[in-house]
């Protein structure tokens, strides 16, 4: 069983840094493309950045020049580091990734608990 367990949430003052990681456990073969998405309360679930198997970037303008997605092959890892941030930044940060169980098998998407982000002074 595929899990993805983010931690690094909590309180930041407006305009601080916080660093989330979300590591992968459990049987699969390998990881395609991961990635970070925020649901504020009452609002749906967006993106908020993607980082492909190769490296490609790709972030929501809302947090263009703030945020920087990376990830550690070797330690089955995304990050994602939160400069600058900003009250509504405020919301449950999920961490996704492609999973692929076998070579040649399709693969799955699967979705991490979420960590709360809450920026206010």
């Known amino acids: 069983q595929v899990q993805l367990v983010e931690s690094g949430g909590g309180l930041v003052q407006p305009g601080g840094s916080l660093r989330l990681s979300c590591v992968a456990s459990?049987?699969?073969?390998?990881?395609?493309?991961m990635g970070w998405y925020h649901q504020a309360p009452g609002k749906q679930r967006e993106l908020a950045a993607t980082i492909s198997s190769g490296g490609s970037t790709n972030y929501a303008d809302s947090v263009k020049g703030r945020f920087t997605i990376s990830r550690d092959r070797a330690k089955a890892t995304v990050y994602l580091q939160m400069n600058n941030v900003k009250p509504e930044d405020t919301a449950v940060y999920y961490c996704n990734a492609d999973i692929y169980s076998g070579p040649g098998s399709a693969s799955r998407s699967v979705w991490g608990q979420g960590t709360q982000v809450t920026v206010s002074s």
């Open positions: 459990g049987g699969f073969f390998r990881i395609g493309g």
